[in-house]
């Protein structure tokens, strides 16, 4: 319930945004108990995977809309 | 979470395998358990900590030494030099699964008073499936901190004595943190941090790398491309003109063939032509064999080092030190044999002895003398090739000079025959061949000219190969590039998207909070009519107000600051929505009758399980009525002084 309301905030936000924040917290969730969690890789990761997709969608989008 | 049951085995003063289960019932949502001050409350309720969060959790101690854990009943009956376990085992459901965790440790009896620890404690969690199959759940601490944090876990399991905190003047760092916590304001703004360190990050290492080296690349690449094309273009024109002109010299020569005058001179010029084409590429030819053999006979230039070795070795060998005349093997053989040639027998240290020992010296390995042989037979073959090949070469280059020679001569007789028929009488074949010299010319100019572009564009080639390989790795670099401004768009999107969500949803927590500690607050406390507000500030003092608008926190009394804490504690609980047992260890020890009264009536409604460990004192009359029908689980736990062990006996 709490994660669900939590995630509720971002509703407004674009899709890619709304999965890293969702990705993050989840992140942060699995090691909320260590004082200073070492999350630069994983958080790199989830970063990378979501700007590979964006920069596809782009390029993607780019094909369609030029001149054959 | 919901607890389901916990069994102890040779822990503390639980020296038998004793199992307790909770009450999951949500009508009967309360489990009582009971004991006399030293019966092992506080034992069981540190065993369900220790087994779900283990000795230290991120600087939290819950114990200090394991040993303490470990049950002197079961040290007492190990003989010395033995080994003792503790083990609890605790199992809950947690959105719809079924998680069981057991915890053990080990010691080893040292003497009759040292025990000490055989290794770390064991700890593992299982996943219990529908089918009744058990996996591990690998990472513990992680499953946990998406479950109950341990940081966390302090506001649903907790002395109830010790509760009081919330309530102190000086505790709004506390307040903020539990809520921080509880709310899971902390995983916001831990998100929040960590992305805008990473967008930071990625923001450096983007204005290190990029250069906008692609752009200038294809611009050279477009700029050569462009020359390249207006080169080759050039050369298609130049050749169409040399057709052209071909085509207006074979004009011409026709109308020459044709004039009797000129026709003499003509057929000389053909043949001249001819001779001319056939010497020329014959010494064409031969400057190409020339060419050859410049590349492939780099060896000429070593003859002289070539001879000079295969001279000494030839004198090697015609003194006969090549191939020795001492052959190695048959000497070391006699040596080893101590025999002589004539079978007689040698001794050590005599004449014959030395003299084979002298002929061992200059003697030299079989292995060397082959290479030196092989070596020799090498250098013959090459210092054979090198005379033919000069003598090939002279000949060769002897030629060409003599075919330059020869089509020297055929040009000037044809500058002859076209002075001729530029100085004819007849000024029409005066005027042809000045017109045909004047279409030599121009092919010749344009031959020349389609060299230099030929030239031109194989430059062009070799530039745009380069460019084409440079402009790959930079666009590369660019797609790196592109993807780094992209990590870093998105990174700063999502912690801007934090950001923002925070505060309101902070604000909204804490007001929500407030609304709720005061509900219950005044469900619990029995001067409700007394205190008129609780305010929970952006500064996080937790306030009351009393009924004259004065703040009341100070004079409150132990208990009331109990009531006061116990009531922040279970409204974050509801409005964090957390789904967690409220356990609580001699809740009602320091409360009057009616503060306990009022709490024993209201509390169950505040959680979905609630596991209260009590003394008679703690609960009884009133109070144990007024919780009764909410009770789903009663134990009482029997401390036997006999043997200083404890039982859990269930109250039927």
């Known amino acids: ?68 | 979470m919901k607890l389901e049951w916990i069994e102890l085995e040779g822990f503390r003063q639980y020296f038998s395998r004793q199992r307790l289960t909770f009450s999951k019932d949500a009508d009967r949502r309360v489990t009582v358990i009971h004991g006399v001050n030293g019966a092992g409350k506080t034992s069981l309720f540190l065993a369900l900590n220790w087994c779900l969060y283990g000795r230290i959790v991120d600087n939290i101690t819950i114990i200090d030494n394991v040993g303490e854990l470990v049950s002197k009943e079961a040290v007492a009956r190990t003989p010395i030099g033995g080994k003792v376990q503790a083990s609890v085992t605790v199992c809950f459901l947690h959105d719809g699964e079924r998680y069981r965790i057991r915890r053990r440790v080990e010691v080893m009896k040292e003497s009759a008073e040292i025990i000490v620890p055989t290794g770390y404690e064991i700890a593992t969690m299982m996943r219990v499936q529908s089918d009744g199959q058990a996996i591990e759940v690998r990472n513990l601490i992680g499953m946990m901190n998406s479950i109950l944090p341990a940081n966390v876990r302090q506001y649903f399991l907790f002395d109830g004595e010790k509760i009081d905190n919330f309530a102190k003047p000086e505790a709004a760092a506390q307040v903020k943190q539990a809520i921080d916590l509880v709310l899971k304001l902390e995983l916001l703004n831990r998100a929040r941090y960590h992305l805008n360190l990473a967008a930071t990050e990625y923001r450096k290492e983007l204005k290190q790398k990029s250069s906008g080296e692609l752009r200038k690349l294809i611009e050279q690449e477009e700029q050569a491309r462009k020359v390249r094309e207006d080169t080759q273009a050039r050369i298609r024109e130049l050749t169409d003109e040399i057709q052209s002109a071909r085509l207006k010299i074979k004009d011409i020569d026709q109308k020459l063939d044709a004039l009797p005058n000129a026709q003499a001179l003509q057929k000389d010029r053909q043949r001249i032509e001819r001779d001319l084409k056939q010497r020329g590429d014959e010494r064409e030819k031969a400057v190409q064999y020339i060419r050859d053999l410049a590349t492939t006979s780099h060896f000429i230039l070593a003859q002289s080092a070539f001879a000079k070795a295969l001279g000494v070795l030839d004198t090697k060998r015609e003194r006969g030190e090549i191939p020795s005349s001492i052959r190695r093997q048959f000497v070391q053989d006699l040596l080893d044999e101590m025999k002589c040639i004539c079978g007689r027998d040698i001794e050590a240290g005599s004449l014959e002895y030395q003299r084979l020992q002298q002929l061992m010296q200059k003697s030299i390995s079989s292995k060397l003398e082959n290479e030196v042989l092989d070596t020799t037979a090498a250098l013959r073959v090459v210092v054979e090739r090198v005379q033919p090949t000069l003598l090939d070469l002279r000949e060769t280059m002897d030629q060409r000079v003599k075919l330059s020679e020869i089509i020297r001569d055929l040009e000037g007789e044809q500058s002859d025959v076209e002075r001729q028929l530029k100085g004819s009488p007849l000024e029409e074949i005066s005027r042809l061949e000045k017109n045909r010299e004047e279409y030599r010319d121009d092919i010749e100019r344009m031959t020349l000219e389609i060299g230099t572009c030929e030239g031109e564009v194989k430059s062009l080639n070799a530039r745009i190969k380069n460019l084409e390989i440079e402009r790959e790795k930079a666009e590369k670099a660019e797609a790196r590039e592109r993807l780094l401004s992209k990590k870093m768009e998105i990174a700063q999107r999502a912690a801007d998207a934090i950001e923002n969500a925070y505060q309101a949803h902070a604000d909204d927590m804490r007001q929500r909070i407030e609304v709720k500690t005061k509900e219950i607050f005044k469900s619990l406390v029995w001067k409700e009519s007394h205190f008129r507000d609780i305010q929970l500030g952006p500064d996080f003092n937790l306030e009351v107000i009393d009924r004259y608008g004065f703040r009341a926190r100070p004079e409150l009394s132990a208990g009331e600051r109990q009531v006061l804490s116990l009531s922040f504690i279970t409204a974050m609980s509801r409005v964090s929505g957390e789904e967690a047992p409220l356990v609580m260890d001699t809740p009602f020890g320091r409360l009057s009758s009616q503060p306990r009264d009022n709490i024993t009536r209201y509390l169950p409604e505040l959680t979905d399980q609630l596991i209260l460990f009590v003394t008679d004192e703690e609960l009884r009359g009133q109070s144990l009525e007024n919780l009764k029908p909410r009770i789903g689980a009663e134990y009482r736990l029997e401390f036997n002084p006999d043997t200083s062990c404890t039982t859990i006996e269930e109250v039927k």
Do not use: C, G, H, N
């Open chain 1, 1 to 68: 319930m709490p994660q669900e309301r939590i995630e509720r905030l971002f509703s407004e936000w674009d899709e890619t945004t709304q999965k890293v924040v969702r990705e993050t917290l989840s992140l942060e969730r699995e090691y909320i108990s260590y004082e200073k969690p070492r999350l630069k890789d994983q958080l790199d990761m989830l970063i990378e995977r979501a700007a590979k997709y964006e920069v596809a969608l782009q390029d993607r989008e780019r094909e369609e809309t030029s001149p054959v």
